[in-house]
């Protein structure tokens, strides 16, 4: 499978700043997905990014809050807008490597902090 | 809306005994994906195994296995002779063909020594 790495692995950030969070993958992969893990809860997709279009946002996730960037097929960043104390999470990347597959690896998750 | 269900908020099991960890879904799709994500303490999401809807064969990898009831839209996970390091929070996903993936609310299992 993928071997996935995030960047920073943690951080704690400051109300009303931004942080962007970078996702690298060691192989070409189509698609790479965005998802937040709030405190003591489950995964929730933020977005789909795909290489050479404009990211798939979900339902209550917006590109003005979580803007993301796809230059090529190997990487992918989130950036979290603006942040509050509501924006602490875990931030997981993963892919789907394709290949009729189906099925999601993940990267190591970004845990953010806003104080 | 897909949604995944996961009536176990925790769980526990002696080392090297039996344990099955319980997940219900629902959708209107016949053809889709399910999974179970293994999230020990580190955070790292890992692959336990995956079931496709249209194979009636329950999956299996090594200590883990599933009892897929498609009818009953049930996929539970079984983990024989649980070992320490299957300490961890225990998710079922499903996923449609579009690669839209829905996660339970997760199971924490702990092995007791």
């Known amino acids: 499978s993928a071997v996935i790495s995030q960047k920073p692995s943690r951080d704690i950030c400051q109300r009303g700043t931004s942080l962007t969070i970078q996702c690298q993958v060691d192989?070409?992969?189509?698609?790479m997905f965005w998802y937040r893990q709030q405190p003591g809860q489950s995964l929730t997709l933020i977005a789909t990014?795909?290489?050479?279009?404009?990211?798939?946002?979900e339902s209550g996730f917006v590109i003005d809050k979580f803007p993301i960037s796809r230059p090529n097929l190997t990487f992918s960043t989130l950036t979290v807008s603006n942040m509050s104390p509501e924006d602490s999470s875990i931030y997981l990347c993963?892919?789907?490597?394709?290949?009729?597959?189906?099925?999601?690896?993940f990267g190591p998750g970004t845990r953010l902090t806003v104080t | 809306a897909q949604t995944v269900t996961q009536s176990q908020p925790e769980m526990s099991v002696q080392e090297a005994e039996t344990v099955t960890l319980s997940c219900t879904y629902d959708?209107?799709?016949?053809?889709?994906?399910l999974f179970w994500y293994k999230q020990p303490p580190s955070r790292q999401m890992i692959l336990v195994i995956r079931?496709?809807?249209?194979?009636?064969q329950n999956a299996t990898e090594n200590r883990f296995s599933v009892n897929f009831q498609k009818a009953a839209k049930s996929f539970s996970l079984k983990i024989s002779d649980s070992q320490l390091g299957d300490t961890a929070m225990y998710f079922c996903?499903?996923?449609?063909?579009?690669?839209?993936?829905?996660f339970g609310a997760g199971t924490r299992l702990t092995v007791k020594p």
């Open positions: 993963s892919v789907d490597e394709g290949q009729g597959h189906r099925e999601q690896y």
């Open positions: 079931q496709e809807a249209y194979k009636q």
């Open positions: 996903a499903f996923m449609k063909k579009s690669n839209d993936m829905r």
């Open positions: 990014a795909n290489q050479g279009s404009e990211a798939t946002y």
């Open positions: 959708t209107s799709e016949s053809n889709y994906y």
């Open positions: 192989s070409q992969v189509t698609m």
